[in-house]
């Protein structure tokens, strides 16, 4: 077996091991609630919890340029690209509770452009890690900003945070609305107002 096998073989391990030691805890969240892990409807429910939070966490295995997987072209295309209505799930990280929504991205090329399904990856990636939506936001704008130089970057995020329905003040209809805007998003009113309105669909 060749070195690349090895390490293959040694990150399946490795993976194997983190979702036994994942399952066995959930195992005991299980028991400390006071339900019987022998019950029909719970004797699998400790792996697959963790093959869930396992899903829902994955963005710690990815990094940017394996996202992009070298989709950056270029274009002499220097008008507003937008991508909006981009689903996302991720966990917030105060309570490990689901919050979701869509994101809104745009940006002012200067001369390169991304291959349009890399924003809902990159947007994932951040997703997929206990966050906070101010930070998500602000961690996609500045990952098209380092790939791709552009004169500016818009972002903006609208969702809902179960930590905020089902538990603490419950409000069920409440949503939460961030943004990041750099270069000339940030610097320039009318940038700002076209890419807004855009999103909006004025």
């Given at each position: 077996?060749?070195?690349?096998?090895?390490?293959?073989?040694?990150?399946?391990?490795?993976?194997?091991?983190?979702?036994?030691?994942?399952?066995?805890?959930?195992?005991?969240?299980?028991?400390?609630?006071?339900?019987?892990?022998?019950?029909?409807?719970?004797v699998k429910t400790p792996l697959r919890a963790a093959k869930a939070l396992e899903f829902l966490?994955?963005?710690?295995?990815?990094?940017?340029?394996?996202?992009?997987?070298?989709?950056?072209?270029?274009?002499?295309?220097d008008e507003m690209v937008i991508v909006k209505d981009i689903e996302f799930y991720s966990l917030?990280?105060?309570?490990?509770?689901?919050?979701?929504?869509?994101?809104?991205?745009?940006?002012?090329?200067?001369?390169?452009?991304?291959?349009?399904?890399?924003?809902?990856?990159?947007?994932?990636?951040?997703?997929?890690?206990?966050?906070?939506?101010?930070?998500?936001?602000?961690?996609?704008?500045?990952?098209?900003?380092?790939?791709?130089?552009?004169?500016?970057?818009?972002?903006?995020?609208?969702?809902?945070?179960?930590?905020?329905?089902?538990?603490?003040?419950?409000?069920?209809?409440?949503?939460?609305?961030?943004?990041?805007?750099?270069?000339?998003?940030?610097?320039?009113?009318?940038?700002?107002?076209?890419?807004?309105?855009?999103?909006q669909g004025v």
């Amino acid at each position: 077996m060749n070195t690349e096998q090895d390490s293959e073989a040694d990150h399946k391990h490795e993976l194997q091991d983190k979702t036994a030691s994942l399952e066995s805890l959930y195992g005991q969240i299980i028991e400390h609630l006071g339900e019987d892990l022998s019950r029909e409807g719970l004797v699998k429910t400790p792996l697959r919890a963790a093959k869930a939070l396992e899903f829902l966490t994955s963005g710690y295995n990815q990094e940017l340029n394996t996202v992009l997987n070298e989709a950056i072209f270029d274009e002499d295309f220097d008008e507003m690209v937008i991508v909006k209505d981009i689903e996302f799930y991720s966990l917030c990280e105060h309570h490990i509770l689901p919050f979701w929504g869509k994101c809104h991205v745009g940006y002012l090329p200067r001369k390169q452009v991304i291959g349009i399904s890399k924003i809902p990856r990159i947007v994932d990636m951040f997703a997929r890690r206990l966050q906070v939506q101010e930070r998500l936001t602000r961690e996609i704008a500045e990952a098209l900003e380092t790939v791709l130089n552009p004169t500016g970057v818009g972002v903006v995020m609208e969702a809902q945070h179960m930590c905020m329905m089902a538990r603490g003040v419950e409000k069920q209809t409440s949503k939460m609305t961030t943004n990041a805007m750099l270069g000339t998003f940030r610097e320039d009113s009318s940038t700002r107002s076209e890419f807004l309105r855009c999103i909006q669909g004025v």
